[in-house]
């Protein structure tokens, strides 16, 4: 007998316990992923019961509009719909949403190919340029260039804001496929005779057109749902005859049923999106191995009307707005309305609305997220969808559901802090959901069952494992809810408490107004504070895509 088995069978003699074998590494990793299946299989009861709950809130909006439809029946339905207003609102819909977006695709692109994949001078400079307008809200942006160019209106100034807010959602993602698109294909295109212009449109526009296909899709969701913007430029679509049959002619059913046609919309823009992205397949890179920068092309003399190009983009939908801005703060204006509230009072409002949402955002996000990732299945999926459903809803007929809820069954919530906070939170939860899966997508479930196996709880397991691992996620989901509450119009006019103001509301009351003067400290406070999540979006994009 060797040493060692004797000195078991010694240990074993004095009734001493055997040590258990060790496992192998390999067989460590396969009982780990053993149980994380099997747990995955079992979908806790507080996960499940948190998610439907959440899914159960986003999807009042959608109630609210086939109750309304219900209870108006199909007679009086049908002379709403089938009106000769909603064929002008449809050709108007139709018509600024074909021109805003293939001018933001060509402006876009163009950007994105001029600053990645060119030798352009300041290339940095100018990426930072062109996306900052995110930053200012839309309604600004109309407002500084209608009060630039008051005959600036209609469907020419319409096409002209929405463009130049709109282009930096097709610039970002067609500029980050441009840096993961493979440069191998577009070099052997070229040693095959082809021209630069043949390489992109048969090489690299196929490589970045699910980047196009998605922010085009954006675009068109985004001009669906705004109201500010074509208010001042006196362009009706529907958001804006929506908002006026709900709180000026006080028709419940009207409105609700332009709201159908605008839910409509939105499902074409993504069935068409599903269909396009479908029918061009996968984009998949020529060889494996890790990825190499392309070769940026020599501009040449062609670099002055290419830099001319980036001045002229970033100049009006950037330059305009801020000079504009400055031009209004240093003008004293008389003006017939009292400032309700200054613009510190407003600044506090805001930034305190928008802090409680972006955290309701993200608790309403993270069980759908959770359950998505960590228990996939057709009920999963149907949840998600479900939450993701709302984004293509304007925050008018989101506030709409929410006051009539409020109404019939929770009355003492109407005109309150919390319903306010909980329409911010609804309307802009899938900004959240979007942003927190991605980071679970990266966080490895191994982990938690290793802490579970440790003897940690379920809860302590999530606090102490997975949110530390999700945080980026978490803070980007947070800081877009952010932003996009502090930017906010529609649902803030219907649902804000009487006596609140928040700089949105105060703005808008001095520019119906006219008193442009007035109205420039909200806006400054606006483009301000949204410049701040606006920069750190930017950087956690940055280390993501360097990753």
Known sequence: MSAPTMQEGALAANGAPMSAPSLSPAAAAAAVSGLVASRRARRPPVLLGLSLAASALVLLPMLFLVYQAAQAGWAPLQRLLFRSLTAHLLINTIELAVCVTVLCAILGTAAAYATERTDLPLRRMWSALIVIPLAIPDFIVGYTWSSLWPS?????????????????????????ALREADPGLEEAARSLGLSPLGTFRRVTLHQIRPALIGGSLVVCLALLAEFGAFEILRFQTFTTTIFTEFTLAYSTSAASALALVLVLLGLGVLVARHYAAGRHGRVSRASGGARRPPIRHRLGLRVIPVTLGCLALTGLSLGVPISTLGYWLTRTQPTTLPAVAPVPTAAETTLLYALLAAGGAILLALPVALLVERHPGPLSRVLESVTLSVQGLPGLVIAMALVFFAVRYAFPLYQSPILMVAAYSVLFCPLALVSVRASLAHAPARLEETARSLGKRPLAALLRVTLPLIAPGL???????????????????????????????????????QSYAAAAPYATAIVAIAVVPGYLLGVWFDKKRGA
């Open 152 to 176: 600036l209106h209609g469907l020419a100034g319409a096409v002209l804001v929405m463009t130049l807010s709109l282009n930096p959602l097709i610039y970002l993602p067609v500029k980050a």
């Open 475 to 513: 803070a980007a989901g947070f800081c877009l809810v952010f932003l996009s509450v502090v930017t906010e119009l529609t649902a803030t006019l219907l649902l804000l408490p009487s006596g609140v103001k928040t700089l949105a509301t105060q703005f808008w009351a001095f520019q119906n107004d």
